[in-house]
């Protein structure tokens, strides 16, 4: 060989040429200043689909655990002269409770709007009682007004603090969709079906409103749930600061997106924008509101967003609410004059007589807060065994739902042929190799985001028309595969040139030439505005086998992942029209949660069904996965091979294939 070829393995000359990939640069985090894109109507229609599922997927309801009774206690009751509160607590899943207080209306005829009350992070929860904002003040006002309101616990506040701590959650927890931002939400909605099963409630008129993180629960409550009508998020919603708790971030939830467009799902839906000029939300006359209003103007609707700013700190103090009880006037009550509801004086109950367990004991078999992993993780499972297909019309449903659920997990861009670059770098190594085979160095992107993925083309020669392409993955990278010596490809590759395939070997994110960018993962909830390394080596893999999928000049993609690189490839494959998937399963535990801590800390990813998921998404096409030991598990995917009649075209090893049976299969499949 020449001695240039010892370099083959790098797509440029030299090292200040290398890939600048934008994904490695500063990492996004909830302080980042957001511009909303000028979305049409068609593009609004498609990102609030897919945002819909993100946020379902970010709190762990995907797949929905299969439904149980509420168990509701309503006691306690306080009669007033024209409202009464009670107690209540009840069970979103067995064992995990939510707590708070039901106002009604008293001497009115019903049945009545029903509200539900998430509080935010006041210093006595859903007891907080001071100029600057009083939960039960509002409570009571919109019972005097003709509501039934009901005040609920965040987790770890008042009576749920004898459950969980505030703070609850991890890495652990995430692999599994559990977070505390997940489990408010289960308790909002399932306070609407506690509200629901209520014979003064009509069902057509139910709201929420929140201040501060209760103003966070209301927008991701109206965004999942059609069931809220009318909403009023207060002093949250911003392009600049997007929540700054643990309750407010899940994972996987802003990829792509901020509050803005959370907040505009509620569209054409009736919203009321509350703002103060002392905290974040001092722009949103000018920027917030326009951005939203945007998206109603699609509906025609821009009559059902309004904004009011209130000049005074962080805050639902009574001008606030005022504004509040405007807004749900005039939608709710059909208010000629939505601004005579002024807020009127109240006396709030004493706290043991508004605490829920002040002179009961939690049920005996209330969860304590290290069992709540286990008990959710035993629901995700049934969830997804439940979905297992056992004919093709159930496959279809399962990868609509399962599929689309790995697909966020993932945070994965499926992008078309039309929207991936593919170009030949200036600088880049000389395309001829010797006289049985050429080798073009390229580079693969997509349109607008900035990514690069260094990559070597490998032809046979003479070439023979629409030769096949095998996508070859290595976890250190492309020049694995290539003698750094001689500059020869390896024999896998060669064998499959003689076979009439032209190889593509790439660096995915992080590996190889494409770099080691540093990136601190595990600080400031970086995985709610960020995907992690292992989602973005899965896109990279996705990417180049979408790049030459349904190209005039390409029979079929085929894919190879070597070590680690068969995990990222199995996980990627069912998004493409891959025909024939080889997977080194690396003996990987997917049992094990530390396993994926350790290799794959990718969150949400247990939830939907991990590998399981994966390979189902691949069938009926041909699937190898060898190297699998005595610890990868492939039930599932044997069993949903069988159950479509496709079980020839699955092959599962325990031992390494050698790369001469790993060429036989693919030329012969």
């Known amino acids: 060989m020449a001695e240039q070829h010892h370099e083959l393995a790098h797509v440029f000359t030299e090292a200040s040429q290398g890939v600048n990939d934008a994904r490695g640069g500063t990492s996004r985090d909830l302080n980042t200043p957001y511009t909303f894109p000028g ?108 509501y039934v309101i009901f ?45 629901e099963r209520l014979s003064d409630v009509d069902n057509e008129r139910i709201g929420c409103t929140g201040a501060s993180g209760g103003g966070t629960q ?46 505009a799902l509620m569209a054409p839906r009736p919203l009321l924008l509350v703002s103060a000029t002392g905290d974040w939300t001092v722009k949103t006359p000018t920027v917030e509101y326009p951005a939203i209003r945007s998206i109603y103007a699609h509906f025609d609707a821009e009559d059902k967003v309004h904004q009011v700013q209130v000049d005074a700190e962080h805050n639902y103090n009574k001008e606030s609410r005022e504004a509040v009880y405007a807004w749900f006037a005039k939608w709710f009550l059909g208010a000629e004059d939505a601004s005579a509801f002024k807020e009127v004086a109240f006396e709030v109950e004493p706290d ?91 580079v693969i992107g997509r349109k607008g985001i900035g990514d690069a993925i260094p990559a070597i083309l490998f032809s046979p020669e003479p070439q023979v028309g629409h030769d096949p392409i095998v996508l070859i993955v290595h976890p250190e990278g492309k020049e694995k595969l290539i003698d750094p010596e001689t500059g020869d490809p390896s024999p896998l590759i060669t064998d499959l040139l003689s076979a009439d395939r032209r190889v593509l070997l790439i660096d995915v994110f992080g590996t190889g030439e494409h770099g080691d960018y540093e990136r601190s993962e595990d600080t400031g909830y970086f995985t709610t505005y960020n995907r992690t390394t292992a989602a973005l080596r899965v896109q990279d893999i996705v990417t180049a086998l979408r790049c030459f999928t349904g190209r005039g000049d390409v029979s079929e993609v085929n894919l190879i992942g070597i070590g680690e690189a068969g995990l990222w490839g199995l996980l990627a494959s069912g998004f493409t029209d891959v025909k024939n998937v080889v997977v080194d399963a690396a003996e990987f535990d997917n049992s094990n949660d530390t396993a994926f801590l350790e290799t794959l800390p990718i969150p949400n990813i247990r939830q939907v069904g991990d590998f399981q998921t994966a390979g189902t998404l691949i069938a009926p096409r041909s699937l190898i996965i060898h190297n699998t030991g005595n610890a990868f598990g492939t039930a599932q995917i044997t069993e949903v091979y069988g159950n479509i009649g496709a079980s020839q075209h699955l092959f599962v090893g325990k031992d390494k294939l050698p790369d001469e049976e790993i060429v036989g299969r693919i030329t012969t499949a």
């Not at 979305?39 to 309801?61: C, D, F, M």
């Not at 009669?79 to 009464?84: L, P």
């Not at 009576?159 to 703070?167: A, R, V």
């Not at 209301?218 to 009318?230: G, Q």
């Open 352 to 442: 043991e007589d508004l605490l829920v367990f002040s002179e009961r004991e939690l049920p005996a078999h209330a969860l304590k807060q290290e069992a709540f992993l286990p008990a959710w993780r035993n629901r995700s499972q049934a969830a997804t065994e439940k979905r297992k297909p056992t004919n093709a019309a159930e496959l279809q449903a399962f990868n609509e739902e399962l599929g689309s659920g790995l697909q966020r997990a993932l945070g994965l861009n499926l992008p078309k042929i039309t929207d991936i670059t593919l170009v030949e770098p200036e600088g880049a190594f000389p395309t001829t190799y010797q006289t049985n085979l050429s080798a073009k160095h390229l």
């Open 151 to 195: 005040a609920y616990d965040m987790i770890g506040y008042n009576d749920s603090g004898k459950q969980l701590d505030h703070n609850y959650g991890g890495a652990r927890e995430d692999l599994w969709g559990l977070s505390a931002m997940g489990l408010q939400l289960q308790n909002s909605m399932r306070s609407i079906d506690f509200l």
């Open 39 to 146: 979305y049409t109507k068609a593009e609004w229609t498609e990102k609030a689909a897919a945002l819909r599922q993100q946020i379902r997927v970010a709190n762990g309801l995907v797949p929905i655990h299969e439904p149980t009774p509420l168990n509701a206690e309503i006691f306690g009751k306080i009669e007033r002269e024209d409202y009464s509160v009670e107690k209540v607590y009840f069970e979103p899943f067995p064992g995990f409770f939510t707590t708070g207080n039901l106002y009604r209306p008293l001497g009115k005829s019903g049945p009545f709007p029903g509200i539900v009350s998430p509080h935010g992070h006041w210093g006595r929860g859903r007891l907080e009682n001071i100029e600057r904002g009083s939960i039960p003040g509002r409570c009571i006002n919109f019972a005097k007004q003709g």
């Open 218 to 263: 209301t927008f991701i409550l109206t965004a999942v749930d059609e069931r809220i009508k009318v909403s009023a998020p207060v002093n949250m919603i911003s392009a600049t600061m997007q929540g700054g708790c643990i309750c407010e971030n899940a994972p996987n939830l802003r990829l792509d997106a901020s509050n803005l467009e959370i907040g």
